[in-house]
């Protein structure tokens, strides 16, 4: 079997780990993939799994294999016979892969004709044979334009080749007009903006090579933009999202699993705890067109449950609601607070909901949840002024009440007394 | 440090949070405690009675760290006072609280011993002699409310220890000792 099959790789929650430009088409839920009778090239049969087909492969994952088949290696997709065998069995359809036929049993109750029409057009679209071509035209066009090539004034396609300034700037100036004319393509209707879409995948993916390559040359202004814009262009990416299109009945599932993958780099980013609503921007972005609503994010969240991934979502008291790391626990933001808050700056002004956000890193609605968290352990007090609400460290635990006068030379309260005399309000 | 007049201010006093009521309840019972003890120290030594909420009180607000309590607190902090028998309010409304740095009974102790030091012990004083007669003069005696001094004389006069006898205004109430 190990001919026609090769192994996939998965995420922790279960996923499938696309290669480059590959984007999930359709998906049916438990599918048997069996072995035609007869045939020599015979495996053992696959039972109950999820079919996923993409532009590259078909897939079949359960909880303990993950198997693929790349649509290269398909020979035949046999034309489902109605006959009136089928009208008693499950629906089924049969491809061949070299010398073996696979029989793909349907018993979920996903749409298996769309499936079976999305298989015929990703097979004959032949994705993966555009991948392999692309990159070569662009190493061709890479080594010309730096001018390292072969030397001769004419081109691989015969056109008279320019060199020196004059040539870079010709070269320069194409790109931009093929750039405009995919931009503006683009945005000629939402079907062609579709089409597009994995073009534009790679003109981003072109740009940031652009920009690392001249990083290191440019003076220092240009530097923060494009380090930004590096970052953005990679924020930029779920080449292959899950749609209610393609997934269907299972598509809160998938995409829980999807957002459970995606939220585990800006969450470490935010220090282990992100709200809702940032992830839900993030998560939106990244996805591009099919975009998910408000109500789908926060099923697929709650959805976290009963899976085993390694974050949650939490509510607070006041309604605020994040995700966070399992791992994550609030005994380290609150050291992270301790510190900050023990610093004499902060000692002598307070601290605001968006001071701790800022320095801690995290959204100021959080940063206020901790900081009320903080306040109830007793280790905060507040002050509600004209300026508005801040937060210092309570010294009322350190205060004798049989002496006003007393002050401890070790402890806060004899840090307050010095950090605030500095300032002269003494 | 900072004053008030000739009082000294603690240091705490300049801390922003301690003019804001603290919601979480072991930090405002320590607060509560922290505004009880000054407010007693400020009165005491400046002879103040009555404290009005909606006049200025000196210690209800900070100008150095521009901060001032809220009505709710000023009234939480002299309604601790009160339930600890260190206050009274004057009103139904809680506009105007009598604060009692001694008790009235305490009240009744000092004004017996201002008798027998100064060998009064069967003679007649007015109230007003009492307040502000040559001999109250450098005493806790001296400049005290009228009202409080008239509460102590009668818990006095139920235990026999004086008769208290009215004359033809209030000024000359007259008092005559019998320890």
């Known amino acids: 079997m190990g001919d026609i099959f090769t192994v996939a790789s998965v995420t922790s929650s279960g996923r499938p780990v696309l290669v480059e430009n590959e984007v999930e088409c359709n998906l049916l839920s438990n599918v048997d993939l069996e072995p035609e009778d007869g045939t020599a090239n015979s495996f053992v049969a696959l039972k109950s799994g999820v079919l996923i087909l993409t532009t590259h492969r078909l897939l079949w994952l359960s909880s303990a294999k993950a198997v693929g088949i790349p649509l290269s290696s398909i020979t035949h997709i046999f034309s ?43 097979w004959r679209a032949r994705a993966w044979e555009e991948t392999t071509t692309s990159v070569v035209v662009s190493r061709e066009s890479t080594s010309s334009g730096s001018g390292m090539g072969s030397g001769g004034f004419y081109g691989s396609d015969g056109s008279v080749r320019m060199v020196g300034v004059a040539g870079i700037l010709r070269k320069e100036q194409q790109m931009w007009e093929s750039t405009d004319k995919s931009l503006q393509d683009a945005f000629q209707d ?61 598509y809160h599932q998938q995409l829980s699993s999807q957002l459970a993958d995606f939220v585990r780099i800006p969450l470490e980013r935010a220090g282990g705890m992100i709200s809702l609503i940032d992830i839900y921007c993030l998560f939106n972005r990244a996805r591009g067109t099919e975009l998910i609503s408000p109500e789908d994010l926060f099923q697929a969240c709650s959805l976290w449950e009963k899976f085993d991934v390694p974050v949650m979502l939490r509510k607070f008291d006041s309604g605020v609601m994040v995700i966070q790391n399992k791992a994550h626990s609030d005994e380290e933001v609150f050291a992270r607070l301790r510190t900050l808050v023990a610093t004499p700056e902060v000692i002598r002004t307070g601290i605001s909901a968006s001071d701790a ?18 306040e109830s352990k007793g280790f905060l007090c507040r ?24 002050v401890k030379d070790h402890g806060i309260y004899g840090a307050w007394i010095r950090a605030a005399s500095v300032s002269g309000i003494d | 440090m900072q004053r008030l007049g000739d009082f000294k201010l603690p240091a705490f006093f300049n801390y922003p949070p301690y003019f804001t009521l603290q919601l979480v309840r072991e930090t405002r ?5 922290l505004w009880k003890e000054l407010i007693l120290d400020y009165c005491r030594t400046q002879k103040i009675f009555v404290i009005g909420l909606e006049e200025e009180f000196p210690l209800f607000s900070n100008l150095v760290i521009e901060r001032s309590l809220s009505n709710e607190a000023r009234e939480a902090f002299l309604s601790a006072l009160v339930s600890e028998g260190r206050a009274e309010w004057l009103d139904k409304g809680h506009r105007k609280c009598l604060i009692l740095w001694h008790r009235i009974q ?30 109250s ?43």
């Open chain 1, 80 to 122: 489902s016979k109605r006959s009136i065998k089928s009208v008693f069995h499950s629906p089924r359809f049969r491809f061949q892969v070299s010398a073996a036929v696979i029989t793909v049993v349907v018993r979920g109750k996903g749409d298996w004709e769309v499936f079976l029409t999305k298989l015929w057009e990703c």
């Open chain 2, 106 to 135: 305490d009240w009744a102790d000092l004004i017996l011993s201002f008798v027998k030091e100064n060998g009064l012990e069967d003679s007649v004083m007015t109230v007003e002699e009492i307040r502000s007669g040559i001999e």
């Open chain 2, 29 to 33: 019972e320590k607060q509560v405690q």
């Open chain 1, 190 to 250: 939402l079907n062609a903006l579709m089409n597009k879409a994995k073009e534009m995948v790679l003109l981003a993916e072109k740009m940031r090579q652009k920009l690392l390559s001249t990083s290191n040359s440019t003076n220092q202004d240009e530097m923060g933009s494009k380090e930004e814009m590096q970052d953005w262009l990679l924020s930029v990416g779920i080449a292959s999202p899950v749609t209610k299109e393609s997934a269907g009945a299972l």
């Open chain 1, 383 to 406: 002050d509600v002024s004209p300026d508005g609400f801040r937060f210092y460290v309570n010294l009322f635990p350190e205060i004798s009440p049989n002496d006003l006068h007393l």
């Open chain 2, 137 to 179: 003069r450098g005493t806790e005696l001296q400049g005290m409310d009228r009202t409080v001094l008239m509460r102590a004389l009668k818990v006095l006069e139920n235990k026999g220890k004086l008769a208290i006898f009215k004359g033809t205004s209030a000024d000359d109430e007259g008092v005559k000792f019998s320890i």
């Open chain 1, 357 to 374: 956000a800022m320095t801690l890193g995290i959204a100021p609605a959080m940063a206020k949840e901790h900081l009320l968290t903080a």
